[in-house]
């Protein structure tokens, strides 16, 4: 009895990129938890993914998926601003037009947090659109530029025989 008590092994699986003593640390408190759920009679249920996710992850939480398009190219500034505001979403790119649009999934429940969003970054857009370059205004005021030829490199000029 005492040589399987003390023979007993346990096997844990991390996949991950490079093992650090962070990772470690996480994959035994998950371990852990999971020892301790199991203990009591519960079912042990990881953390729900939150912020940007697959849809097939957001539709699995079963509370309602709504969604949104959007015809912007940048879809990187909203993603900032989801995430500013602890938006669940996952973004699906519609390839079936020229212009390629995003739709922008949500839980039902994080409406008013994206309607905040999305108006922020509609402010955003038109500030960005209103502002006029500022390298085209520094063109136009160098006078350097104006009389200058730009560079012609002929690469068979020592090429001749």
């Given at each position: 009895?005492?040589?399987?008590?003390?023979?007993?092994?346990?096997?844990?699986?991390?996949?991950?990129?490079?093992?650090?003593?962070?990772?470690?640390?996480?994959?035994?408190?998950?371990?852990?938890?999971?020892?301790?759920?199991?203990?009591?009679g519960k079912?042990?249920?990881?953390?729900?993914?939150?912020?940007?996710?697959?849809?097939?992850?957001?539709?699995?939480?079963?509370?309602?998926?709504?969604?949104?398009?959007?015809?912007?190219?940048?879809?990187?500034?909203?993603?900032r601003?989801?995430?500013?505001?602890?938006?669940?979403?996952?973004?699906?790119?519609?390839?079936?037009?020229?212009?390629?649009?995003?739709?922008?999934?949500?839980?039902?429940?994080?409406?008013?947090?994206?309607?905040?969003?999305?108006?922020?970054?509609?402010?955003?857009?038109?500030?960005?659109?209103?502002?006029?370059?500022?390298?085209?205004?520094?063109?136009?005021?160098?006078p350097?530029?104006?009389?200058?030829?730009?560079?012609?490199?002929?690469k068979?000029?020592?090429?001749?025989?």
């Open positions: 009895m005492q040589e399987e008590v003390e023979n007993r092994t346990v096997t844990l699986t991390v996949n991950t990129t490079k093992m650090t003593g962070r990772v470690l640390k996480e994959a035994l408190r998950k371990y852990l938890a999971y020892k301790n759920a199991k203990k009591q079912a042990y249920r990881d953390v729900k993914p939150t912020g940007k996710q697959t849809v097939k992850q957001l539709v699995g939480q079963n509370q309602g998926v709504t969604n949104v398009e959007i015809e912007d190219k940048s879809i990187r500034d909203f993603e601003i989801a995430r500013k505001y602890g938006v669940d979403y996952a973004i699906k790119k519609d390839k079936t037009s020229e212009i390629p649009k995003y739709l922008v999934f949500f839980k039902a429940r994080d409406g008013d947090a994206l309607n905040a969003a999305m108006t922020e970054f509609a402010n955003k857009k038109l500030k960005t659109k209103s502002k006029p370059s500022l390298l085209k205004k520094l063109r136009d005021l160098s350097l530029d104006k009389g200058r030829k730009p560079k012609v490199r002929n068979d000029k020592g090429l001749e025989l």
